[in-house]
């Protein structure tokens, strides 16, 4: 998940907590964009998971793979999750915010 991806899914999350605040119910177009930046953004994770898995094992095989390749593919995958990680502990928050809301 790149960072323009992620900042793109947080200006989103943003605007639906606002949503939220004001008690106005999100359109379906909204939820659906929603839906598929994260699902983009979850399928990202886990291609570059995936690549990082198929560098090492062919690193370790002794197939011609640099080892700053695998490092680099290592911090890649490592810095989507975090990323993706923190994006679920904000849907989290909010979803718990809203929970709290008294109607």
Do not use: C, H, W
């Not at 106005?24 to 990202?44: D, M, N, R």
């Not at 560098?55 to 810095?79: C, I, Y």
């Amino acid at each position: 998940m790149n960072p323009i991806q992620l900042n793109k899914a947080l200006q989103e999350m943003q605007a639906l907590a606002k949503q939220a605040q004001s008690a106005q119910a999100p359109t379906e177009p909204a939820k659906t964009e929603f839906a598929a930046t994260l699902k983009q953004a979850v399928g990202e994770v886990n291609r570059l998971q995936g690549e990082s898995t198929a560098k090492s094992d062919a690193f370790l095989r002794g197939e011609p793979v640099s080892l700053t390749e695998v490092m680099v593919a290592q911090q890649k995958a490592r810095v989507a999750f975090e990323a993706t990680k923190q994006v679920r502990n904000r849907l989290l928050e909010a979803y718990q915010e809203i929970s709290r809301m008294q109607v």
